[in-house]
């Protein structure tokens, strides 16, 4: 494995802080929960006083992971006089929602980056960055590893969650022998493979199953460009299921589709776009998301634009 950081910066840091900010990316997902939540019970474990920030509530299939309820929305909690400030698979500040609130952090409170997304802005003080690692939290394991610390079941079961998630269960791109190794390892240390595969991988409410449905009706293929396409508009979502419907719905299109890359867009408040680009093909879809101010993973990456989806021939589109 390729590492390009050193991490006894990280550890230098944190072995220095008592009072610890964690943040997350919006609309957090599998990777984004597990390795910040790995991170929170790590700091609860060595006395460390930690408070975690994501914009967006916690996914409820994702509340058996240890510290999930520790999560909070509530950007007061900026206000605190942190020691240190830790962020989570995010490529770019803009990611969390809160850059204002992190850039106007005391100049004494540094931040660390824990991130694995092949665009990187190298945000932090500290880039714990591994592009090579299957996610945010096989690098942060990577890290306790390092510094010998105590992995816990908690920790562990954490940890594989985010691993298993941005894998999709060791069966995309992502999934290599460090990831099995890692994966490996945390199953010896007690994480509870059954738990995550059951609550993450496999129970999926009504609601997400009807939007799927939808979102299959409208599939069109380009032939010329290879590239599948849908569209989700607000009024196809439940009132607060607009997150955690299409939570995977992006890899199961991406995984059953015969076509190079697949394209999902989400209509949101405020005329703003989401799109997700999952590619079969080889195709660097990070770098088109990159061009539309998104970023992300070669075979999987996102973006947001202002706009309205419009239906073409062969092609669903932003106008």
């Given at each position: 494995?390729?590492?390009?950081?050193?991490?006894?910066?990280?550890?230098?840091?944190?072995?220095?802080?008592?009072?610890?900010?964690?943040?997350?990316?919006?609309?957090?997902?599998?990777?984004?929960?597990?390795?910040?939540?790995?991170?929170?019970?790590?700091?609860?474990?060595?006395?460390?006083?930690?408070?975690?920030?994501?914009?967006?509530?916690?996914?409820?299939?994702?509340?058996?992971?240890?510290?999930?309820?520790?999560?909070?929305?509530?950007?007061?909690?900026?206000?605190?006089?942190?020691?240190?400030?830790?962020?989570?698979?995010?490529?770019?500040?803009?990611?969390?929602?809160?850059?204002?609130?992190?850039?106007?952090?005391?100049?004494?409170?540094?931040?660390?980056?824990?991130?694995?997304?092949?665009?990187?802005?190298?945000?932090?003080?500290?880039?714990?960055?591994?592009p090579?690692?299957?996610?945010?939290?096989?690098?942060?394991?990577?890290?306790?590893r390092?510094?010998?610390a105590?992995?816990?079941?908690?920790?562990?079961?954490?940890?594989?969650?985010?691993?298993?998630?941005?894998?999709?269960?060791?069966?995309?791109?992502?999934?290599?022998?460090?990831a099995?190794?890692?994966?490996?390892?945390?199953?010896?240390?007690?994480?509870?493979?059954?738990?995550?595969?059951?609550?993450?991988?496999?129970?999926?409410?009504?609601?997400?199953?009807?939007?799927?449905?939808?979102?299959?009706?409208?599939?069109?293929?380009?032939?010329?460009?290879?590239?599948?396409?849908?569209?989700?508009?607000?009024?196809?979502?439940?009132?607060?299921?607009?997150?955690?419907?299409?939570?995977?719905?992006?890899?199961?299109?991406?995984?059953?589709?015969?076509a190079?890359?697949?394209?999902?867009?989400?209509?949101?408040?405020?005329?703003?776009?989401?799109?997700?680009?999952?590619?079969?093909?080889?195709?660097?879809?990070?770098?088109?998301?990159?061009?539309?101010?998104?970023?992300?993973?070669?075979?999987?990456?996102?973006?947001?634009?202002?706009?309205?989806?419009?239906?073409?021939?062969?092609?669903w589109?932003?106008?």
């Open positions: 494995m390729d590492i390009r950081f050193s991490f006894d910066s990280a550890r230098e840091a944190l072995a220095r802080a008592k009072k610890i900010l964690a943040v997350t990316h919006q609309r957090p997902d599998g990777d984004a929960l597990g390795s910040s939540s790995a991170f929170v019970n790590y700091c609860l474990e060595q006395g460390i006083e930690v408070a975690v920030y994501c914009a967006d509530p916690v996914p409820e299939k994702y509340s058996f992971l240890a510290g999930a309820e520790k999560f909070t929305t509530d950007t007061s909690v900026f206000a605190a006089d942190h020691d240190l400030c830790v962020v989570f698979d995010c490529g770019g500040l803009n990611q969390t929602g809160v850059v204002d609130l992190i850039a106007s952090r005391p100049a004494r409170t540094r931040l660390i980056g824990f991130d694995h997304h092949l665009v990187n802005d190298r945000y932090g003080d500290i880039n714990v960055v591994d090579q690692a299957s996610s945010a939290s096989e690098v942060f394991y990577r890290f306790l390092h510094i010998n105590e992995i816990s079941e908690d920790i562990a079961t954490c940890l594989l969650t985010g691993i298993y998630y941005d894998t999709t269960a060791f069966s995309n791109s992502a999934t290599n022998r460090s099995l190794e890692a994966a490996s390892d945390l199953l010896r240390r007690g994480a509870d493979a059954n738990l995550i595969t059951e609550r993450v991988f496999r129970s999926r409410p009504l609601s997400s199953l009807r939007l799927y449905g939808t979102a299959m009706a409208r599939l069109k293929h380009d032939k010329r460009l290879d590239i599948a396409s849908t569209a989700l508009f607000l009024s196809d979502f439940e009132p607060g299921k607009a997150q955690e419907a299409t939570d995977d719905l992006y890899n199961l299109l991406g995984s059953i589709l015969d190079g890359v697949v394209l999902v867009l989400k209509e949101g408040p405020g005329g703003q776009v989401r799109g997700s680009f999952r590619a079969a093909a080889d195709v660097d879809v990070s770098s088109v998301a990159k061009a539309l101010g998104g970023g992300g993973h070669r075979k999987a990456a996102g973006f947001s634009v202002p706009g309205k989806i419009c239906e073409g021939e062969n092609c589109r932003v106008e």
